[in-house]
């Protein structure tokens, strides 16, 4: 997080207040403070990395758009929540940014103190942990649903009241053996981090694409030639380390039975999970997700939510 010099500190509260508070323009701030308008917009944008502002989206009214409307309406899903389209095309990152923006939002509005919430591990559920703030998390315990992904667990680094919360399972996603991953399911320190983990009353997860390059990939959990042959079985998605096909019925392949996680089935018995993914490229994976009622609420973009109603 960005540490300003005291003196842009004092600009920046300053500016901050004016244009969140007192409405001015920048340009009347600008005049206010004896600066550029140039200026302005750098405080302004200081003031928010510094974290003096904090910008927070009203998920009811993301979940209120009208393609969340017919998402509910078409499919099995109890709720969604829609980001609205960017004029531009977007980075994979910047991408990930604005949905895990929106899980937060959602998210907050679940939190109460003695709340569990579940994480299923992904990019975009570890960036939205990264902004909840240490108020909302009062009192709520985290619980790992699966094994840990490092490169991805370490971005919640960033949130140090978030890492307090998070229990993690102490053992990676994918182990070596069918044999070492029964066994340590089987550990104590494990089974009790997944024990609290069916007791969520939310579940956050990621739902990856089986397709080259993809999430699972990215990460190292597998190799391309894996997700290929996973695909050749009709796989079309994956969830907690499993892979599953175009109507959710979960697929065999080289890594099966080598995840410490809670499996699909258990998945689908929780009461309330959030998947958060986006990219055209995930939508057969969203809709075998969603077919296999796995999900009970979908977080996307605009650009996958129209994909997955068939208007691209």
């Not at 997944?194 to 993809?214: H, I, K, N, Q």
């Not at 796989?235 to 080598?258: C, H, K, N, T, Y």
Request: no cysteine; charged share 20%; hydrophobic share 45%.
């Amino acid at each position: 997080m960005l540490t300003p010099e005291a003196g842009d500190l004092d600009l920046a509260v300053r500016a901050a207040w004016l244009y969140y508070e007192d409405g001015l323009t920048q340009a009347q701030i600008a005049t206010r403070l004896f600066v550029s308008r140039q200026t302005v917009g750098r405080l302004l944008e200081t003031a928010r990395q510094a974290g003096i502002v904090r910008i927070e989206l009203d998920a009811n009214y993301l979940a209120a758009m009208g393609l969340a409307t017919e998402l509910r309406e078409r499919t099995p899903l109890s709720d969604a929540v829609v980001v609205p389209m960017w004029t531009g095309p977007l980075s994979r990152e910047r991408t990930n940014e604005r949905v895990a923006a929106a899980l937060a939002a959602y998210v907050r509005r679940h939190l109460h103190p003695d709340v569990v919430v579940g994480v299923g591990w992904s990019d975009t559920v570890a960036r939205a942990l990264t902004m909840l703030s240490a108020e909302s998390l009062d009192g709520v315990t985290l619980a790992s649903a699966a094994g840990t992904i490092r490169n991805v667990a370490e971005l919640v680094s960033d949130n140090p009241e978030a890492v307090r919360r998070l229990m993690t399972v102490p053992a990676p996603l994918f182990v070596s053996s069918v044999g070492l991953a029964d066994t340590l399911r089987a550990e104590a320190s494990v089974s009790r981090v997944f024990d609290l983990a069916r007791s969520a009353a939310l579940t956050l997860t990621g739902v990856g694409a089986v397709r080259p390059g993809g999430s699972a990939v990215r990460t190292g959990m597998v190799t391309d030639e894996d997700v290929a042959t996973y695909a050749r079985s009709g796989a079309v998605g994956d969830m907690l380390g499993q892979w599953f096909g175009r109507r959710g019925e979960v697929i065999d392949g080289p890594v099966s039975g080598r995840a410490v996680s809670l499996t699909l089935a258990e998945l689908r018995e929780l009461p309330n999970v959030v998947g958060v993914a986006a990219g055209v490229e995930k939508v057969e994976a969203i809709r075998g997700a969603i077919a296999g009622r796995y999900l009970d609420v979908l977080v996307t973009d605009e650009p996958t939510a129209q994909a997955l109603l068939g208007r691209s």
